[in-house]
């Protein structure tokens, strides 16, 4: 296999419809904005560390993609009744 080759299947890039985290500090950096600083579940102020939770679960086939996230708190996000976070 030509490196030209694996670099084109390379699973990675942002366009892939699978992934299922965040991964750039740029789309963060716009959540967090987005968000006001503000946890999207519970409405107070957000601090250092945010989860991006999506808006549709990943589950029900919702996308990773930013319309269809928001920053909350972890613990928010966890406490939001699905077993699977997300
Ligand atoms: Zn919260």
Redesign the pocket.
């Known amino acids: 296999m030509s490196l030209l080759h694996w670099r084109e299947t390379r699973p990675d890039k942002d366009t892939m419809p699978e992934r299922r985290f965040l991964r750039s500090r740029q789309e963060r950096l716009l959540l967090w904005l987005f968000s006001g600083d503000l946890?999207q579940?519970?409405h107070?102020p957000l601090g250092r560390t945010f989860d991006a939770d999506h808006i549709r679960r990943y589950a029900d086939g919702g996308q990773t993609c930013l319309p269809n996230m928001r920053a909350?708190?972890p613990e928010?996000n966890q406490k939001r009744g699905s077993n699977t976070s997300g």
Do not use: A, F, K, V
Request: glycine share 0%; aromatic share 0%; net charge neutral.
């Open positions: 946890c579940i519970c107070l909350t708190h928010c």
